[in-house]
């Protein structure tokens, strides 16, 4: 079964089809004031922008955790080379994409629901996740992959996107000086914390849906993450959950939606939030978003700096351990950071 099957059919199959609670409806909800920070004037070092830019992000990141980057000094070129990149390899045939299949359990690969390790609830999307590492023994990291499992052909395709992905490293390192500067800990703490960063990145492709107003695109979720950093093609998909109603972030090319993950909310001891959030499906178009997942080394012990005081809200952990947690025992929500902090205290 595939999505290009399932599209020319009236109905779409009952498990792609949400309870009446949870599914979107037909009202498009009020756009999120998601405040736009200037990452270049930060970077510029001009005391005005910098302040400005911290106390932009302390905000959002005390009541939702989301803000957009403007002025990133991304090429928008090389944008566009990914967005085409992920139309070309979602455009296959299915046998094609099945050769980077993604084995359960496992947080790279291509994924659709028809090999979802769930049966309700499904997502109407495909996947493609891998592993971005910024330690430089591991440099070429994703053109191996891409041409480990999809062929020699596939040779360009892995270098334009781990060319994303490192830009994306180097960016998430600059808001990692501005969240440094807004908790007050400094620009270096947490930057130096993400350095050799090992992130996942995942091109998210949501088909036209008939029945886009009872299915979901994905479901609702936290990232448990450190830090995403999200470019949405022009279709309007994107809600976050604020003040108990769905908002939703209004596309823009020039913008990178940026928010907090369950990681960066224990190393902040639970002063910058993350929040409930969800991608909608349409009817008439189909949508892509390039999602970039900050993640430390797997190892590294998730500790908040001790300037930052105040009793410990979460024990001390891995990136490794809530990985696996997300991955082999929980659907991320809105309590996987409790629900991780009991799991990891279940045998003592
Ligand atoms: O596609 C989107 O806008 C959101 C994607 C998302 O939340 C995710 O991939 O975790």
Redesign the pocket.
Known sequence: MSFSILQHQSHIPSQFIWPDDERPGAETPPPLDVPPVDLGGFLSGDPEAVANAARLIDQACRSHGFFLLVNHGIDAALIDRVHAATTSFFAMPLADKERAHRKPGEPCGYASSFTDRFSSKLPW?E?LSFRYSADPNLAGIVQTYFSQTMGEDYKAFGRVVEEYCSEMSGVCLKVMEVLGISLGVGADWFREFFKGNDSIM?L?Y?PACQEAHAAL??GP?C?PTSL?I?H?DQVA???VFVDQQWHS?TPNPHAF?VNIGDTFMALSNGIYKGCL???VVNGAAA???L?F?LCPKTDRIVRPPPQLGGARLYPDFTWAALLEFTQKHYRADAKTLDAFVAWLQRDS
Request: aromatic share 8%; proline share 0%.
């Open positions: 999307k996947t995942r998210n949501y695109g994905t979720h990232d995403t999200l949405q998909g994107l809600q972030i939606v959030h969800r991608a949508r892509k978003s999602a997942f």
